[in-house]
């Protein structure tokens, strides 16, 4: 775009698109906002009116959004950590010349395509089961006792869940980054005599720097959002030990049929969903330009 | 001390042979140059050389000692490469700091080193850019910093000048000579460019599909080549060639006269031709003739000559510098 002329035009051409997403965007939003200052529980329903920011008082000074919040940031860094470390090493394995390449990367890939409902399901009930699962056959073979993933590390398991499931998009990024490394680089490393752990640190990472940053964005952007996952495991329990934020908002919604509470919950997730990912661009842009 | 030995080196990458089997004596101090047409293996040799790929036979000898298989860290070569291979992340002093910092140095003396290599390639504006924000030429001095800051046995360096514009590459050229006269260090240089070859060189080594055709001096190659490759090969314009009955009268299967080796009549001459271009370049003008019955031949005269696209002209080589081959391609 580099004249005034083709920048005009391509604002133009832009204009539908983005008055469409615009329109998309601010609708609900503005109904939440208005819900989220009226006393509207769908249990009383004659009790409606201007509730002021009673809702919000309620939603933050709920010990339950105490929790969630902890509970969303460990959730969210747990899998983001995981996936990455985890993501950098599969993607040095699968950039290897090892035999059948080809299989063994869709076979990695394939969690990505399974719906989160699904893999929540076949996680609870085929593998983390104390009784039928696949885990606890294991640890009776061995002759341990079962763990009750669940009911002793609910937290933990979700993040296991979660992260099987990112862990395929994050190593095909990584994957995809590895492959862009220079050979020549690589190469002339090799006769600085930089050790293998050396080239990794000095010219592996700094080259994936970048992938880093974008599969932390898109991956924090829908880990913010999980809830299947939770919903089809432990629905948040024990107490409140799953609970993140989408959950209490559905919980006050659904549960508690409290539109207004929900709705200012809705609002500050939106709000701090915003903080992260104004962080988190300003870094990816960072490293753009570099 | 950078003595480096060939011995029978052989390779193949999975079923082909790319170099079959190379000697080579490469003395201590000497500038080498490995020219041949694109293919013949001159990159392959050189990363042999540095151990960047596996000998299939043969040994190399470094100094009186075998490193067929010691690792390209091992022996103390540096390489140029032909994309530079600057590490992007680092800035041009960490570019440079990087050999010795992974050879374990202490960091005022990687400073001090840093500063010396930066000041003698006129790098020490820059040194705290990334790579990205360089020239080529600029891109280059860095690239040959990273290599002399580790007093290397021997410089290996892969078309180090062809990314670079032709007045860069003319001043890079002297640049490396010096470089070179300076540090008299062994150095090995890759080219296609066959002025960088006879100017730099002491010795240059002709390829062929993996083959040593000739190793010798500049003017050894221009004047006595081996076989009608190298004839063909070295010089610029190329080689005239012609045989049958022009050849006969030679005793030779084949005879071979060099543009400058030409003279150009209006009048009378050995083979008559008509001028199909005609490139006026000031100094020189070079001339392809069309003749009737022996093929194009190409001339090299002085600026001055007044002959254009079309004209008749009669075109004889000077007797006395005419080459001679074999049926084999040998000279005789
Ligand atoms: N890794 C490889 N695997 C298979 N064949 C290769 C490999 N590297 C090079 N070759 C082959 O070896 C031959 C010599 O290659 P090389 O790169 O040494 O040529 P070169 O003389 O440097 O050519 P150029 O002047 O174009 O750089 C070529 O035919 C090439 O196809
Ligand atoms: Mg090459």
Known sequence: ?290 | MGNIVLEKVNKCFGDVEVIPSVDLDIKDGEFVVFVGPSGCGKSTLLRLIAGLEDLTGGKIIIDGVDVSDSTPAKRELAMVFQSYALYPHMTVRKNIAFPLKMAGMDQAEIDKKVEAAAKSLNLTDYLERTPGLLSGGQRQRVAIGRAIVRSPSAFLFDEPLSNLDAALRVNMRIEITDLHKELKTTMIYVTHDQVEAMTMADRIVVLQAGDVEQFGSPLDLYNKPVNRFVAGFIGSPKMNFATGKDAEEFNAHEIGFRPEHMTVSTTEGRWKGVVSVAEHLGADTFLHVKTENAGTFVTRSDGELNINYGDTVYVSPNTDKIYRFGADGLSL
């Open chain 1, 1 to 290: 775009m580099a004249t005034k002329h083709t920048k005009t035009l391509s604002r133009l051409m832009n204009l539908p698109a983005i008055g469409l997403l615009f329109i998309w965007m601010i609708v609900p939003l503005t109904m939440a906002i208005y819900y989220s200052f009226q006393r509207y529980n769908l249990l009383k329903p004659d009790q409606r009116g201007f509730a002021g920011w009673f809702n919000y008082e309620f939603f933050i000074t709920d010990p339950a959004f105490v929790a969630a919040i902890i509970n969303t940031i460990v959730l969210v860094g747990g899998v983001l950590l995981i996936t990455i470390i985890g993501g950098v090493l599969l993607g040095l394995l699968l950039n290897q010349a090892i035999v059948g390449r080809g299989i063994v990367r869709i076979l990695f890939i394939s969690p990505f395509f399974v719906m989160p409902t699904v893999a929540a399901l076949v996680w609870k009930n085929m593998l983390m089961h104390p009784i039928y699962g696949m885990f606890a056959e294991i640890a009776r073979f061995f002759g341990g006792t079962p763990i009750d993933f669940f009911a002793t590390i609910p937290l933990l398991s979700i993040v296991i869940i979660v992260t099987w499931q990112w862990l395929p998009f994050a190593t095909l990024i990584l994957l995809t980054a590895l492959q862009s490394l220079d050979q020549e680089q690589q190469e002339a490393a090799d006769m600085d005599g930089a050790s293998a752990f050396a080239k990794f640190r000095y010219i592996t990472l700094p080259h994936l720097a970048r992938a880093m940053t974008v599969v932390a964005l898109i991956e924090t952007i829908f880990l913010l959002s999980i809830f299947a996952e939770i919903k089809v495991t432990t629905n948040g329990g024990p107490g409140t030990d799953t609970t993140n934020l989408p959950y209490l908002v559905f919980s006050r919604a659904l549960q508690h049929f409290d539109v207004g509470g929900a709705s200012a919950g809705g609002i500050i997730a939106v709000i701090l969903a915003n903080i992260v990912a104004i962080f988190l661009i300003r870094a990816v842009g960072k490293n753009l330009e570099a």
